[in-house]
């Protein structure tokens, strides 16, 4: 579990809570809960992207928040580590003995490329498929985060457009002018719902999952490079080295201090 996005996300209502309950007490939450406004806010905002998307990508973008809520699974410092391993194994056995090892990895993206170099396939041709891949998953995780973004940009809009209905509605009911009030802050209460659909939800999923996605995207180059230099047969440091210029310099001193400065293999 990504705990900086759970944290952030419960500290946001918690603190919203407590602002309404120091200004307005306890019972001063029911003033700010209302079914029309959310119906317009919040339904109007989906649906609006619903009919922006097909029925497949709506939803594929709507299964990005429980992943938004999940610590990512890559490592690119145990990447690299595998990698040199690899380079280490075909400098010593060949490259057919990576065969096995090929088929039983988790990482499908890394295994199919590694098959295609066992197989014999031309270095060009390997590039080109791989980053052909790399292309595919770029486009269709920015399609799915893009429903969040519209989301986003949707939900002030909305908010605006719930505040424009309650205040033709109390204009029109003008006649009791006790009632402008609470019918204003009625109103206003969509433009509120707006403005937390857009900044307390979809900003914050939209933001990291684009960090997330240049992450993988990185990081799926350095295992293309990787395997690039493992069909040319480069001395396994040298891809180390090369691959280490992809870390951080706090990644690079812990991948060292884990793996030594030097624990590719050099014959």
Known sequence: MDLASVIGYLMCFVLIIISIM?????????????????????GGSFMVVFASNTIESFIAGLKILPVYMKAPASDTASIIKQIVELSN???????LALEGTAREMEDKFMQKGLLLVVDGTEPEMVKSVMEAEIDTIDARHKERIQVFEDLAAQGP???MIGTL??????????????SIGPS????LI???YGSMLANWVCFPVST???KRNDAEITLKG??????????AGENPRTTEEKLKSFLSPQQRDAYEAENGSGSAGGE
Do not use: H
């Open 22 to 42: 120091l200004s307005a007490g306890p019972t001063g939450i029911k003033s700010f809960i209302d079914a029309p406004s959310m119906l317009i806010t919040i």
């Open 89 to 95: 194994a075909a400098r010593k056995e060949g490259l």
């Open 157 to 159: 809009a909305w908010g």
């Open 165 to 178: 209905i309650g205040l033709i509605l109390m204009l029109k009911n003008m006649s009791d002018p006790s």
């Open 184 to 187: 204003m802050a009625v109103a």
């Open 190 to 192: 969509t433009t509120m």
């Open 208 to 210: 990291k999952m684009k």
């Open 222 to 231: 350095i295992i293309v490079e990787g395997l690039m230099s493992i069909q």
